[in-house]
């Protein structure tokens, strides 16, 4: 199947710095990639869908001047926290759909990045 | 709005038991569904997806179903072991990609 990774895998930062999370399609390419937020014991929240060459779409009540979502190539797309703040602690996980031959439009995830904010 | 349901909210069997994990959805109107698997602190691993045209999927000890008409698809686990414990996510797609959430069912199997 296809991979999606994450880095950094955690990241612990001060309040007030901006902090930036990759995701990339290692094996195929993504003109399209997803942002979740997941909070402890709760499901995923879908935050914003991330395009390959324009704006990202975010979805409503996600502030897109504090997270700031970059679709630079076919392999890649980076969220950038802004101005961390405690309550942007979280667990943030990327997706990106892959048609193989058995399954169209299978989303396949990243191992998600821990983010702690002091 | 589609929203997707998961019940129960928590089980804890002893090891061994087959077990049913239920999802339900509100809109009929999906592209395809996904049952996915959580570790804790980890990411999502993807464990079977029907396509909106499909009735079931298997995979080893794992038989997903799906029923548009109801709106509900349930997860079966047969002989369920220690190394099944987790949450299990009920996920549909309805189409542009987007993908839609359950809260979640957290499995606790008991040796």
């Known amino acids: 199947g296809a991979v999606v990774s994450q880095h950094p895998s955690w990241v612990i930062c001060k309040s007030g710095t901006s902090v930036k999370i990759e995701c990339r399609s290692l094996d195929f390419q993504a003109t399209t990639m997803f942002w979740y937020r997941q909070f402890p014991k709760q499901s995923l929240m879908l935050m914003a869908t991330s395009n390959e060459g324009s704006k990202a779409t975010y979805e409503q009540g996600v502030e897109k001047d504090k997270f700031l979502i970059n679709h630079a190539s076919l392999t890649l797309s980076t969220l950038t926290v802004t101005s961390a703040h405690p309550e942007d602690s979280s667990f943030y996980i990327c997706?990106?759909?892959?048609?193989?031959?058995?399954?169209?439009?299978?989303?396949?995830f990243g191992p998600g990045t821990r983010l702690t904010v002091l | 709005k589609q929203e997707v349901t998961q019940i129960p909210a928590a089980l804890s069997v002893p090891e061994g038991e087959n077990l049913v994990l239920n999802c339900s959805f509100t809109d009929s109107a999906i592209y395809n569904l996904q049952w996915f698997r959580q570790d804790p602190g980890k990411g999502l691993t993807s464990l079977l997806l029907i396509q909106s045209s499909q009735r079931e999927q298997t995979s080893g000890r794992l038989n997903a179903s799906l029923d548009k008409s109801s709106g509900r698809s349930t997860l079966y686990i047969a002989a369920s072991q220690p190394g099944d414990s987790a949450t299990y996510l009920c996920?549909?797609?309805?189409?542009?990609?987007?993908?839609?959430f359950g809260a979640g069912t957290r499995l606790f199997v008991k040796a």
């Open positions: 996920a549909l797609n309805t189409g542009g990609f987007k993908t839609i």
């Open positions: 997706s990106a759909p892959f048609a193989s031959a058995s399954s169209y439009n299978e989303q396949f």
